[in-house]
């Protein structure tokens, strides 16, 4: 049973690894391309520590349904294990980035609702896994995947090109 749980999201996961492992590079391209632009405005560099720890987040998701033979419970525990750092460094962030930025009651409108889409259906997937051990929290983890992989992009378009204008 537990093999058929994941076996159909093999391509899936697939592919959300390989975006996400190159977003994370073109996030870690544009950090070491803009790093004194990044550098001179307070709270980006949490910004990108949140988008970096984000998509490193999806490739160890991603991983870990690829790993054969693992029970449902199991994987919403290594979901959860792997999640908790990811939401430390979105609060660090979201911390850093209203005591520090400029623009604080801007970063709060919008980094708060962006967060939570990234991270709340994650939780909630690794959550239906260990407590009903069925397929539907793999649904919730596949909803945060592709919205954290969004919400990264947009990450990395203020890290390439909003840091200049």
């Given at each position: 049973m537990a093999a058929a749980l994941t076996t159909a999201w093999g391509d899936f996961a697939v592919a959300m690894a390989g975006a996400a492992a190159a977003l994370a590079g073109l996030v870690?391209?544009?950090?070491?391309?803009?790093i004194k632009?990044?550098?001179a405005y307070?709270?980006?560099?949490?910004r990108a520590?949140?988008?970096?720890?984000s998509l490193v987040l999806v490739v160890v998701m991603a991983a870990l349904i690829l790993v054969p033979g693992q029970s449902a419970p199991l994987l919403g525990a290594e979901v959860l294990v792997a999640v908790v750092p990811v939401i430390v460094l979105h609060v660090l962030s979201l911390h850093r980035r209203t005591h520090q930025s400029d623009s604080a009651g801007h970063s709060l409108?919008?980094?708060?609702?962006?967060?939570?889409?990234?991270?709340?259906p994650v939780v909630v997937g690794a959550l239906l896994l260990l407590?009903?051990?069925?397929?539907t929290g793999?649904?919730?983890?596949?909803?945060?995947?592709?919205?954290?992989?969004?919400?990264s992009m947009l990450d990395a378009?203020?890290?390439?090109?909003?840091?200049l204008r």
């Open positions: 870690m391209v544009a950090i070491s391309v803009n632009e990044i550098l307070r709270g980006l560099t949490a520590a949140s988008a970096i720890g409108a919008l980094y708060v609702p962006l967060a939570t889409l990234q991270l709340a407590l009903t051990g069925d397929g793999l649904y919730w983890l596949a909803a945060g995947m592709v919205v954290t992989v969004v919400g378009w203020v890290l390439m090109v909003e840091i």
